[in-house]
Nanobody, 117 residues
Framework: QVQLVESGGGLTQAGGSLRLSCAAS????????MGWYRQAPGKQRELVAR???????EYSDSVKGRFTISRDNGKNTVDLQMNSLKPEDTAVYFC???????????WGQGTQVTVSS
């Protein structure tokens, strides 16, 4: 019932910037969190950043100081501004929405981020 549409992935050079966006639509209930995860080939999917219902944000240590997450509750969107990108940031990035009442989660299809050099 909930659909997540991602945009903004692409290719850039080391030190470059990209902005990811995720828009949620459908029968959305209470949202516990919205955020971004990533998965590189042969690696586990890991949290990049998320926004909790309280408005608090959480970041992976590897992206602190470089990435900024923001959520617009009225639009049901979450954005990830990625600066000073490194080759190790290369991965498929997935948007995730965690819902309560009922408790369940939804995932986007994923968008490729590639950082060269």
């Amino acid at each position: 019932q909930v659909q997540l549409v991602e945009s903004g992935g692409g290719l850039t050079q080391a030190g470059g910037s990209l902005r990811l966006s995720c828009a949620a639509s459908g029968s959305i209930g209470i949202i516990n969190s919205m955020g971004w995860y990533r998965q590189a080939p042969g690696k586990q999917r890991e949290l990049v950043a998320r926004v909790l219902r309280s408005g608090s944000t959480e970041y992976s240590d590897s992206v602190k100081g470089r990435f900024t997450i923001s959520r617009d509750n009225g639009k049901n969107t979450v954005d990830l501004q990625m600066n000073s990108l490194k080759p190790e940031d290369t991965a498929v990035y997935f948007c995730r929405l965690e819902e309560d009442w009922p408790l369940r989660q939804y995932w986007g299809q994923g968008t490729q981020v590639t950082v060269s050099s």
